[in-house]
C-alpha cells in the first residue's frame, strides 16, 4: 500500500521546493486528502483548543449524547444503522459572517480560541489555494476568486466528538460521503483514529498525528479543475475506546459564486471535453444530481 501523503510545508522554502510541489500536485490527483506538518498555525493554540474542544464536550454535549443515544435505542441495535451517525456536532460559521457570538454554552475564552484559530486557518486555506493554482498554471488568486461570489467565501467549522461505541460494525461514525464545498482544513485527534478515504477500492486510515492540518478537497475543486483534482469518499469509524475529537473548517464558495471548470485548463487539454455544468454553488442541490460511485468519480 501506498503512503498516505504528509506535506511538510517548511520544505516550500527551500531547495526541495519543487519536490513538495509534486508531491502536494500527486496528493491532489490521486489521494483528494494531504496531512501538512510545519504549518505555520502554533502548537500552543491547537493544544488549547483541542483542550477546551474536549472540556466543552464533557460539560455540555455529553450528557445530551447519551440521551439520544438512548431515546433512539443505539446501544443494543442488533442490524446495520444507516441513518444516524455516532457523532455529538455543533456548527460555527465565520465568513461571510460570524455566528460565534450566538452558540450557547460556550465559555469566552473556547469563542476566543475558536476565533483566533479561525483566522489562521483561513490564512492556510487561501494559501493552498494559491499553491493549487501554481500546481495548475493558473493565475495567483484565481481559486479564491472563483470562490468569491458577491460577499465573498464562505467558511465555516463542525466541531465533533466521536464517542466510544459500544457497536462499532454496526454504526458508523459518520457515514460515506464526499464534500459539497471547497477545500476543507482538519484538526482530529492525534490519539483515536476513526478517518478513512477511499482509495482504488479499498478503504485506508488517515494516520492521526500530533499538531498535524488534514487536508482533503470538496466537490468544487473536482470541478472547477474539470476533474484533475479528485474529491473522494471518506468515512469515520466509530471506535470502542476513545473519544475522537474532530473539527473541520469548509472554505467554501460563497452562496452565488458561478462555479465552472477553469477555462485556462480546459485549453491546455484540448482533447478533453469539459465534464462539468456551469451551476450557481447555492442551487447545486437543487440544479444536479450527484452521485459518488466508489472507484469511478463524479457522476452527474
Known sequence: METFPVVNMEKLNGEERAATM??????????????????SISHELMDTVERMTKEHYRKCMEQR????????????VQTEINDIDWESTFFLRHLPDSNISEIPDLEDDYRKAMKEFAVELEKLAEQLLDLLCENLGLEKGYLKKAFYGSKGPTFGTKVSNYPPCPQPE???GLRAHTDAGGLILLFQDDQVSGLQLLKDGQWIDVPPMQHTIVI???DQLEVITNGKYKSVMHRVIAQPDGNRMSIASFYNPGSDAIIYPAPALLEKEEEKSQVYPKFVFEGLHETLCWLKVPGQGTKV
Open 22 to 39: 509534486e508531491k502536494i500536485k500527486d496528493a491532489c490527483e490521486n489521494w483528494g486528502f494531504f496531512e501538512l506538518v510545519n504549518h
Open 65 to 76: 449524547f447519551k440521551e439520544m443515544v438512548a431515546s433512539k435505542g443505539l446501544e443494543a
Open 170 to 172: 454496526l454504526i458508523k
Open 216 to 218: 482533503n478537497l470538496g
